[in-house]
């Protein structure tokens, strides 16, 4: 996670991949929707997106995730990685800075990229439906992409409320972990 973290601090390179994890993350919830932790995937990578912060908050949010994945015995290395990066990342104190994200205004940037990525991404499943290659190629094929803009429809109205929903679990959650932090030895 903090390799990670680092790597796609590189703008570039951030991009590339928050591109693709969040068609990965699509492709997941494609399969089944209803599973929180796909939607905590998706929340995550959308985090990701947000400037200047955006890979500080991923990699935050991922250890965080690991840790309730793992259960309590990992909690105390946890809150000890997620200080370091926030102070590696020169925050100020770290408990502070986590306690006070505008963890509403992160979910409202993140719907509203969430739907921009998937307007574009069925606009151009649209206009690939349209063009004469792609009818010669796939031929009665073509229903599939009919599908699939239909899937993206249905996981953009799912998002409006899930992704807030998650957003409010992992601030919760950090607040919980916070709870644990003993004050840095100087």
């Not at 499943?125 to 792609?134: E, F, K, L, P, T």
């Not at 796939?138 to 699939?148: A, E, S």
């Amino acid at each position: 996670t903090v390799v990670g973290s680092i790597i796609t601090a590189i703008p570039v390179v951030d991009q590339i991949a928050d591109i693709r994890d969040v068609i990965a993350n699509l492709h997941q919830l494609s399969k089944d929707s209803t599973d929180k932790w796909k939607w905590v995937a998706l929340a995550i990578t959308l985090i990701g997106l947000i400037p200047v912060l955006g890979s500080l908050l991923k990699g935050v949010f991922k250890t965080l995730v690991a840790a309730i994945r793992k259960g309590g015995n990992h909690a105390d290395e946890a809150i000890h990685l997620i200080l370091a990066m926030v102070r590696g990342a020169g925050k100020g104190d770290p408990v502070k800075w986590l306690k006070s994200l505008p963890m509403n205004q992160y979910a409202q940037q993140s719907v509203s990229r969430f739907l921009a990525i998937t307007d574009k991404l069925r606009d151009g499943i649209s206009d690939v439906r349209h063009m004469w290659v792609a009818k010669a190629v796939l031929g009665d094929k073509m229903q599939r992409l009919v599908l699939v803009e239909k899937q993206i429809e249905r996981l953009q109205k799912q998002g409006k409320e899930k992704i807030p929903e998650v957003m409010r679990f992992l601030k919760q959650e950090l607040d919980k972990l916070l709870e644990r932090a003993k004050p840095a030895k100087i």
